[in-house]
């Protein structure tokens, strides 16, 4: 299972899941089936996610990797929550922030991490 221990598949996995996101919100109320699409990606999200963390540790960064881990746990759940929000014809603004600000965090711990793509160099 080496091919699992590979951060582009995970890096696929949630831009292709961001894209789903970014679609299924201007959709609205017509976005059912992306949906449910966008949940498969959130459980591949975590998988490949918990395969790089306990890979993360043995770079002796395990607290750091944690934090990516939770992070990316947060951008999940705000990714749901605008969602379903927005199906409830309710406010939405203030998860769009905090998927803004979590979403910056993960990313910046990934790629900052010994494991990351280093485009912040």
Do not use: C
Request: proline share 1%.
């Amino acid at each position: 299972m080496s091919f699992l221990i590979r951060t582009d598949l995970h890096i696929t996995t949630w831009v292709v899941a961001i894209v789903i996101f970014l679609i299924a919100s201007f959709m609205g109320n017509k976005s059912k089936g992306l949906h449910m699409t966008l949940r498969l990606f959130y459980i591949l999200i975590i998988i490949t996610g918990l395969i790089l963390f306990n890979e993360g540790r043995s770079f002796g960064m395990g607290m750091l990797y944690g934090f990516k881990f939770l992070g990316g746990i947060l951008v999940i759940g705000m990714m749901e929550m605008v969602l379903v929000r927005q199906k409830k014809n309710k406010s939405t603004v203030m998860f769009w922030i905090l998927f803004a600000i979590f979403l910056f965090i993960t990313l910046f711990l990934g790629f900052k991490l010994p494991m990351g793509q280093d485009f912040l160099a």
